[in-house]
């Protein structure tokens, strides 16, 4: 990891501060929220399963929807979106709660407005996540995401204490009228925000290839892909814990709303913990340890909660996992952000989210549907078991080394002049590069095109091949396609300058007097010859 940083560092940057803040404060109201609903379901449904889908239908919507947004992240304002979003969430939780106040909810009916709230969190979680790099210098991102999860673990240490405390005296139509008011102070941030993002010089994707494009780029990276199966994993195991925690309370504890409030503060008291221990740990410990530690911490923490009816007991077990859950999604998020350029980082983050809420989805459901056909303690034991397997995992697919890459735009391509007029959807085009190799140098030549055939497809290339001239072998031709002019030039923009060394490796191998020859055509087909135009002698073009 890059050299350690204070972690309130970030804090003096005035706009991530005052978002900060704010945000925290529309945390702090859902999680009351998340209090309400849960002790509410209680209330109307005695299925343990209906409580565990509370849980799930908040969860499930950032796994269905959060690839979709993390593309609005990458092609329209980031600032934009989280208002959007933020709005949206307002007006769900206003109806939610007179809703609630006029004793019209059902069991489906709550679900039913927890899953738009999820929706409304799916939106705006890619562009909150990549906007962090628009507020602050690539040197801070780490101290920056580690401070938001801080920060929704300060407000968790208190928040469902307080909305235990609200729902016990209030009803949980209060709890979701204080969830309703804590979006005002982000949306106000939000609308003074003075947003620097840089000027778009090119056209925006449309959303199709826009989310095809992110697929791509995560095809071929593969330490992402090893990041997001590894959350998927964790995000499986470790829910159990806040998915049967209000069954614990109930039933396990014998307690009420406050009981359960407290636990889910003991959980976040750790989470802070965990926040501090961060940097230390990201000094002393390799990112695949720091992991193993958290599953490890973790699977002990459930196990010892499914098998207690002691309510201190139970209390340290989710200050424990509190830290570990925190270490994990902190470590598994700032690798990505800082594996990942900006171009595409919204959809990046949108699919580790969609890996690991996926994962606490389906954890969601799992485990409500073992309590309720086995009791909660038998369900934390067995997903003690199963995030102790995380631990194993990493010794057949480790986390990747993290390196400190720059990212930023190379910034050497520029746009040629040519002699044929046309449009930037104009398309398909066809690129030839050709290359002089001695003999010597074919190895070395070969190792470095797998780099650059996997840079080439990441960033948009189709139909890469090399090939090799049969009667000069010394000339090596590199060729791709891309659909349109504007997607090759895009394609030549995504270039980072982490990516420049292999470049740079493989121009020095060529041998020819001047840099290699670079063909830019436009494909055009013929329409087969009719009899009457065969005759005629007239090709038509395409």
């Known amino acids: 990891m890059p050299d350690r940083k204070p972690l309130f560092a970030p804090l003096s940057n005035t706009t991530f501060r005052d978002l900060w803040i ?18 509410m379901m209680t209330s109307i449904s005695a299925s343990e399963n209906m409580v565990a889908l509370v849980q799930a239908s908040t969860t499930l919507p950032i796994m269905l929807f959060s690839i979709l947004s993390g593309a609005l ?8 979106v989280i208002l959007l ?3 949206f969430m307002f007006v769900v939780s206003v109806l939610l709660a007179v809703f609630a106040y006029l004793g019209w909810i059902g069991p489906w009916m709550l679900l039913a407005f927890t899953f738009l709230i999820g929706c409304g969190t799916a939106l705006n979680n890619p562009a909150w996540q990549a906007s962090v790099g628009d507020m602050v210098p690539r040197q801070d991102v780490a101290g920056a995401v580690s401070l938001n999860s801080m920060g929704f673990n300060m407000t968790r240490s208190v928040g469902p204490a307080m909305g235990g405390a609200i729902v016990a005296f209030g009803g949980a139509a209060a709890a979701f009228a204080a969830n309703a008011a804590s979006y005002l102070a982000l949306i106000y941030a939000l609308f003074r925000w003075q947003n620097s993002e840089k000027a778009r010089t090119l056209p925006r994707e449309d959303i199709g290839p826009a989310v095809a494009a992110g697929l791509r780029y995560v095809a071929m990276s593969p330490k992402l892909l090893k ?12 829910i159990a814990i806040l998915a049967l925690m209000p069954i614990v309370a109930r039933d396990l504890i014998k307690g009420g709303p406050l009981t359960y409030g407290l636990l889910l503060g003991a959980f976040g008291v750790g989470a802070i913990g965990g926040a501090f221990a961060n940097g230390w740990l990201r000094e002393k410990l390799t990112s695949e340890n720091i992991v193993r530690l958290s ?45 990942t350029p900006r171009w595409v980082v919204g959809r990046a983050v949108s699919f580790y989210q969609t890996a690991s809420f996926g994962g606490m989805a389906a954890g969601s459901w799992l485990w409500g549907a073992v309590a309720e056909n086995a009791g909660s303690g038998t369900a934390l034991s067995i997903a ?10 990493g010794f057949f697919m480790p986390m990747p080394v993290f390196e400190d890459l720059d990212l930023d735009p190379l910034d050497r391509f520029r746009e040629p002049d040519l002699n044929l007029e046309i449009l930037p959807r104009s398309g398909p085009i066809a690129i030839h590069i050709d290359y002089e190799i001695a003999d010597a140098d074919v190895r070395e030549f070969l190792s470095l095109m797998v780099e650059r055939r996997r840079i080439r497809i990441r960033d948009g290339a189709q139909a890469w091949a090399l090939m090799r001239d049969l009667e000069n072998p010394h000339i090596w031709t590199e060729t791709y396609h891309t659909p349109t002019w504007v997607d090759y030039v895009r394609h030549n923009h ?46 038509v073009p395409h």
């Open 227 to 238: 990041v997001f199966f590894r959350s998927f994993v964790f995000g499986l195991s470790s």
């Open 73 to 80: 992240a990458d092609n329209f304002q980031r600032r934009q």
């Open 85 to 87: 979003a933020q709005i």
């Open 384 to 393: 003690a078991l199963v995030t102790a397997g995380g631990v194993i995992i």
């Open 22 to 39: 704010a945000n925290n404060i529309s945390n702090l109201g859902g999680l009351i929220q998340g209090v309400g609903a849960a002790w």
């Open 295 to 339: 599953f490890a911490g973790f699977a002990l923490a459930e196990a010892a909660m499914g098998a207690t009816e002691n309510g201190i007991i139970s209390g340290l077990a989710a200050v424990v996992a509190g830290a570990c859950w925190v270490v994990a999604l902190s470590l598994f998020n700032t690798i990505v952000q800082l594996s």
């Open 494 to 539: 995504r270039r980072t300058k982490a990516d420049a060394l292999n470049f740079d490796q493989i121009r020095a191998l060529h041998r020819g007097a001047s840099p290699p020859k670079v063909h830019r055509m436009i494909e055009r087909q013929v329409i087969p010859p009719s009899d009457d135009v065969f005759h005629k002698s007239h090709i």
